[in-house]
């Protein structure tokens, strides 16, 4: 019993790492293309600035 809980949350831990992973890569390769400014991640009228929430 208590192996199949910790294999379960090894499992759901891994599944969430996995899919934040994939989430980062397709945005650095396929939409940024490799570019990322860094200036504008510390910037409030930077590239990255967050609008409607």
Request: net charge negative.
């Amino acid at each position: 019993m208590l192996v199949n809980l910790i294999l379960f949350s090894l499992l759901a831990a891994l599944t969430f790492a996995v899919a934040t992973l994939d989430i980062s890569l397709v945005d650095y390769y396929l939409i940024a293309k490799g570019e990322i400014r860094v200036a504008d991640l510390y910037r409030e009228d930077g590239a990255y600035q967050f609008h409607g929430g």
